[in-house]
């Protein structure tokens, strides 16, 4: 696998059009899959990026986005939050490691109307998020709301974290596959949006999930126990950057 490091840095990418923000209470929850349930969902021209032959990875993405402006329009702020389902691809552009977005929802209708203009097809949906702590110290995270139907799920910080997860030789590979791939795409199977992000360096902590009900991604048929994730990683703050507008790739006919 490829990572993203050679990918533009983010003072070469200052001339585009790029959104600022600062990500908080990012929360993913992964689940490994067999590559060929995957592939389905994906365009043909995609090559998804696997593991261990066939084995691939899909992630809940729950998010606060603050502080949300166009670089040009400084004092133009926003704030909203944000759930996607995505998985992990080749960049048919590079050969870097990036993610495909299969569902995004944000709260905001302005933005959801914004970026559909560019054709980033984000809905506009319903989800509160709310971070506590415990008489310990630990925190806790719980996200609820409705993305055509309600949904909830919940997350603890752990006291003594794994430092081990199946399918990567330690934490650091799988934080580099499931959170700092720097490149995005969304689309369906004839037209695909490709756009490029760049983030600090970052490293999660290792959570574990308590609770989920999320009909949506059960909808998807890909995964038989929602309950029982992967891994689960948590972010409290990190600032992000999105190069704007996105490139597109069609599919190429014979």
């Not at 756009?195 to 048929?221: C, R």
Request: with cysteine.
């Amino acid at each position: 696998m490829k990572t993203s490091s050679s990918i533009p840095n983010k003072s070469m990418l200052t001339s585009l059009m790029t959104v600022l923000m600062t990500l908080c209470n990012v929360l993913y929850i992964s689940y490994a899959i067999p590559a060929r349930k995957l592939r389905a969902l994906l365009p043909e021209f995609l090559k998804l990026a696997t593991l261990e032959e066939d084995t691939a990875f899909l992630s809940i993405v729950v998010l606060q986005s603050t502080k949300v402006h166009l670089n040009s329009l400084p004092f133009a702020r926003f704030n909203y939050n944000q759930l996607n389902i995505r998985t992990y691809i080749i960049d048919p552009v590079t050969g870097y490691h990036g993610v495909y977005f299969l569902r995004s929802g944000v709260t905001s209708r302005f933005i959801s109307l914004a970026t559909r203009t560019l054709g980033v097809p984000w809905q506009h949906i319903n989800l509160e998020v709310q971070v506590t702590h415990d008489s310990k110290n630990l925190r806790s995270y719980a996200a609820a709301g409705k993305w055509q139907e309600k949904y909830n799920f919940t997350a603890v910080e752990l006291a003594t974290p794994s430092r081990k997860l199946k399918s990567f030789a330690d934490v650091k590979s799988a934080v580099d596959y499931i959170v700092r791939p720097l490149i995005g795409f969304f689309g369906d199977r004839e037209r695909v949006g490709r756009f490029n992000i760049w983030h600090q360096d970052i490293m999660p902590q290792i959570w574990q999930l308590q609770q989920i009900d999320f009909p949506l991604l059960s909808e998807l048929g890909i995964i038989e126990e929602v309950t029982k994730p992967h891994s689960v990683f948590f972010l409290a703050q990190a600032d992000f950057s999105i190069y704007m507008p996105p490139t597109f790739i069609n599919r190429k006919r014979g």
